[in-house]
């Protein structure tokens, strides 16, 4: 379905019955949903640690023994090249007593030893130590505990789920599109993380719309034609799909996301729609400011919009992509992480400049971050109200479809 088609088939909220726990579709959710300690702690389990999460690229850790830590709320995965070819991820937990084994954020080691009773690991998670620990003891009972890791063209994702949604589905559907820009030969050329004093999810629905572009993020407006209003959507997509097979990119679309999610499938979703004319990619000049990724031969004067799981975004633009997760740190706060990727072969300085890279998107989460700490300042307010959402807010809609659905499974 095109963009225009599916924002249209989102209107006629008003009419819908309100759900069973007094919400009501198309109205932004009620003040409990943002404020009530024991949803946030419910949300836990039924969402944040049963998501597929973006945690980095195969390139960060290039040599067997390099690693890094991933950490959401209480729980941290060292993820760690353990030979060659395979890359491992574990829980930060030593199988003795508990105390965690890893304190730096990254490096490069021969095995884990425990700071605390110095229990030591191999790369592969197993246990080497049987100092004082009696005969019967087996090393091989104690390995790290495995945490749930998935690479997809070199693109780490981790699950702390011991029964995680399979990521199979995404993996086949999202074969085509992620073909076109080769992630498996891109690297994250920067890595910035903005916390925002909000609930995770005044976060989240922020990144669903952009009814608020134009008055907020006027960088973002003057070359995304996702701000134009739907009558006018085509006058700029069509052009764009004209110039698609010129430049080596292919049309897909794909929404497998919010409500559309497959039972025990994680969700996923890529489409793609137009720059304005003046701009070849989300720089401030409208130039390029990189190399053309995998084997792209121009521009479309298009960008894609591609997702894995709840908590992670790409947009890609033909010569870099950048990707937003946008995760909880409390029950009032959250935090966005972006990484700007670029072509493996990059050099810093010469084919591509850090400030350039980021502008765009430096600029305009620092206007999101304001944004949306303002409307949790209002959600905080005992007046706060519910209040109707506009077509343009069609994702926050599905969005609140879907978690009201996860926190009310079995
Ligand atoms: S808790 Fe790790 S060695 Fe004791
Ligand atoms: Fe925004």
Redesign the pocket.
């Known amino acids: 379905m095109k963009v225009q088609e599916k924002r249209a088939s989102m209107g006629d909220y008003a009419s819908r019955p309100r759900r069973a726990d007094g919400s009501q579709p198309g109205w932004s959710l009620p003040r409990r949903a943002y404020k009530d300690p024991a949803i946030y702690e419910q949300e836990k389990e039924a969402i944040f640690y049963n998501s597929w999460i973006f945690a980095g690229h195969v390139n960060d850790i290039p040599g067997v023994g390099d690693y890094f830590l991933y950490t959401l709320l209480d729980e941290t995965a060292i993820i760690v090249r353990s030979s060659e070819n395979v890359i491992e991820a574990f829980y930060n937990v030593?199988r003795?007593?508990?105390?965690i084994l890893c304190k730096e954020s990254k490096g490069s080691v021969k095995g884990f030893t425990?700071p605390?009773?110095?229990?030591t690991y191999k790369l592969d998670g197993k246990l080497m130590t049987k100092r004082s620990m009696g005969q019967d003891f087996s090393p091989e009972d104690f390995s790290l505990h495995p945490c749930a890791i998935e690479i997809i063209d070199g693109l780490i994702f981790v699950n702390f789920s011991p029964t995680p949604n399979k990521l199979d589905r995404a993996r086949e559907e999202l074969k085509g599109p992620l073909t076109l820009f080769d992630f498996e030969a891109t690297k994250v050329a920067v890595h910035r993380s903005y916390p925002i004093a909000a609930n995770w999810k005044v976060t989240l629905e922020n990144y669903q719309e952009c009814y608020h572009c134009t008055p907020s993020h006027p960088e973002y407006a003057q070359m995304h034609t996702l701000t134009v209003p739907e009558h006018q959507f085509d006058n700029y997509q069509q052009p764009m799909l004209d110039k698609m097979a010129a430049c080596g990119l292919k049309h897909y679309e794909i929404d497998q996301q919010w409500d559309h999610q497959e039972t025990g499938q994680e969700q996923y979703g890529y489409s793609r729609y137009a720059l304005f004319e003046t701009h070849q990619t989300g720089s401030q000049s409208g130039e390029p400011i990189a190399p053309l990724l995998g084997s792209l031969k121009g521009f479309d004067h298009g960008a894609s919009d591609l997702n894995i799981g709840p908590f992670t975004y790409f947009l890609i633009y033909n010569d870099h992509a950048v990707i937003y997760v946008f995760t909880p740190t409390g029950p009032d706060t959250s935090q966005c992480d972006i990484y700007w990727l670029v072509r493996s072969d990059a050099e810093e300085g010469f084919d591509y400049k850090i400030d350039e890279l980021t502008w765009l998107w430096h600029e305009t989460t620092l206007a999101d971050e304001r944004i949306i700490v303002d409307n949790q300042k209002g959600i905080n307010s005992r007046l706060y109200k519910p209040g109707p959402l506009s077509k343009m807010e069609y994702l926050v809609d599905r969005f609140s479809h879907w978690y009201l659905d996860q926190l009310h499974k079995d």
């Open positions: 030593c003795h007593r508990g105390s425990c605390y009773h110095a229990w």
